[in-house]
C-alpha cells in the first residue's frame, strides 16, 4: 500500500485523517538517519563510558564468563561484538528513527534494511530482530502501523532473519526499527580502527538518499531509486568484503560519508582521501542540493568534520553531497570488493584526517 493511496480495511482513531490523505514525514520533525543526535554532541554523552580494559574479566583476573567484549563504544563502531565459546562472537545492535518516506511499507523496509546494516557491517549474519515501534494511536490509523511492520518483516525474511516480537509504546511521532542479534566469526571482523595505509576505499551504494528523501519531505514527489537504494541489503557487499580480505568497514549512515569516513581514519591513525569524482551519486541528488533541500542534519555533519577537512578547492555543492545524512546507505570498505567503485584511498597520517580531490 502507499501512504496517498486509500486501501480497504485501513482504519482510523477518532479525530484521525483519513489513511487515502496520511504523508507520513509530516508528523515527524525530521527523517530517518538525518534525525540523529549530531555526531559531536553525542560524543561528548558517551565519553567516559568506553569499557575498561579490566571490564573484560571477573575480580580475580580470570576471563569473564560472559564473554570477551571485541568491539564495544571505543571507536563508535557499527554493533557490538562479543567473543563466546566455539570460535563464534554474538553481534547485538539496534537502530530506529522517524518516517523517511510516506509509505508506510517502504518505511518498514528500510527501516528494517538500515538496522540488519549494522550486522553486516562488521561482517555478521543477522539471527534474530525485535521490533522498535512508537505510534502516535490517536493521530494515525494502527492499520498503518500494520503496514509498517509488514514491510519489516519482508526484509528481514529476505535477509533469513527471525522477527520475533519486540516492544512498541505511545508516541507523539511515529519512529520504527529493530534490535538485531547476530553471528559472526571473531577472526574475520570488519572494524573501524583497521585501516591502514595503502589501502583503497570502495563504497557499495551511490550517495544522495538523504537529499532525496528531504526533497520528498518538502514536496511529496517519490523518488524510487531513492527507496530501492535503502532498502538493498548490504549482505552481499559484507561478505564480499570479508571473501577479499577486508578487514576495515563501516556503513554510511546518518554522519554522511565524510562523518563516518572521519569516525574510521581517526580511529585508525591515517589520513583519508576522497576522490570526489569517483563518488557515485543517485539520479536527481546534485538537483535537489542545488535546489536548497539540504537537511540540518548534513549541516551538523560538515560543521562536526570541518576542523579536520582539507576540501581543497571543491564546490559547496560537492561538499554538501559528501556530508549528506544517509538512511540505510552502503558499506565504506578499506579494500577493493568487486563492483563497487573505488572512492579514495587510506595513507600516513599527514596531521589532517580527511583530504578531498
Known amino acids: 500500500m502507499t501512504g496517498t493511496t486509500a486501501e480497504p480495511g485501513l482504519t482510523a482513531a477518532p479525530g484521525a485523517p483519513a489513511p487515502g490523505r496520511i504523508r507520513l514525514t509530516q508528523y515527524a520533525h525530521g527523517g530517518g538517519c538525518a534525525c540523529k543526535i549530531p555526531p559531536g554532541e553525542l560524543e561528548a554523552v558517551v565519553a567516559g563510558l568506553v569499557r575498561r580494559p579490566e571490564a573484560d574479566g571477573s575480580a580475580d583476573g580470570s576471563p569473564s564468563p560472559l564473554g570477551e567484549l571485541v568491539v564495544g563504544l571505543d571507536d563508535g563502531d557499527d554493533a557490538a561484538v562479543v567473543r563466546i565459546e566455539g570460535g563464534r562472537a554474538v553481534v547485538a545492535t539496534a537502530d530506529f528513527f522517524t518516517p523517511v518516506v510516506d509509505d508506510p511499507y517502504d518505511w518498514g523496509r528500510i527501516a528494517a534494511t538500515n538496522a540488519l546494516s549494522d550486522v553486516y557491517a562488521v561482517g555478521g549474519e543477522p539471527l534474530v530482530a525485535v521490533n522498535l515501534l512508537g505510534w502516535p494511536r490517536e493521530r494515525l490509523p494502527m492499520d498503518l502501523a500494520k503496514e509498517v511492520l509488514r514491510g519489516g518483516l519482508d526484509?528481514?525474511?529476505?535477509?533469513?532473519?527471525?522477527?520475533?516480537?519486540?516492544?512498541?509504546v505511545d508516541d507523539p511521532e511515529p519512529k520504527y526499527g529493530m534490535a538485531v542479534t547476530g553471528l559472526a566469526d571473531p577472526e574475520r571482523l570488519l572494524r573501524i580502527d583497521a585501516g591502514r595505509a595503502g589501502l583503497p576505499l570502495s563504497l557499495t551504494k551511490p550517495l544522495g538518499v538523504g537529499v532525496l528523501n528531504t526533497r520528498h519531505k518538502a514536496t511529496g514527489e517519490v523518488f524510487p531509486q531513492?527507496?530501492?537504494a535503502m532498502t538493498t541489503l548490504n549482505r552481499d557487499a559484507?561478505?564480499?568484503?570479508?571473501?577479499?580480505?577486508?578487514?576495515?568497514?563501516?556503513?554510511?549512515?546518518?554522519?554522511?560519508?565524510?562523518?563516518?569516513?572521519?569516525?574510521l581514519a581517526r580511529a585508525s591513525g591515517v589520513t583519508a582521501v576522497v576522490d570526489a569524482a569517483a563518488v557515485p551519486y543517485l539520479e536527481g541528488a546534485r538537483e535537489a542540493v542545488r535546489d536548497g533541500h539540504v537537511s540540518g542534519g548534513t549541516r551538523r555533519n560538515l560543521a562536526w568534520v570541518e576542523p579536520h577537512l582539507d576540501a581543497g578547492s571543491l564546490a559547496e555543492e560537492d561538499v554538501l553531497l559528501l556530508a549528506d545524512a544517509q538512511t540505510s546507505g552502503g558499506l565504506l570498505v578499506a579494500g577493493e570488493v568487486p563492483g563497487a567503485p573505488v572512492v579514495g584511498e587510506l595513507v600516513p597520517f599527514d596531521g589532517t584526517a580527511l583530504r578531498l580531490r
Not at 528481514?156 to 512498541?168: E, K, L, Q
Not at 563501516?250 to 569516525?263: A, N, P, S
Open 155 to 168: 526484509v528481514a525474511r529476505a535477509a533469513g532473519c527471525h522477527v520475533a516480537g519486540g516492544h512498541s
Open 226 to 228: 531513492a527507496v530501492a
Open 238 to 263: 559484507s561478505r564480499a568484503a570479508l571473501a577479499a580480505g577486508a578487514r576495515c568497514a563501516t556503513d554510511v549512515t546518518g554522519f554522511g560519508l565524510l562523518g563516518h569516513l572521519y569516525k
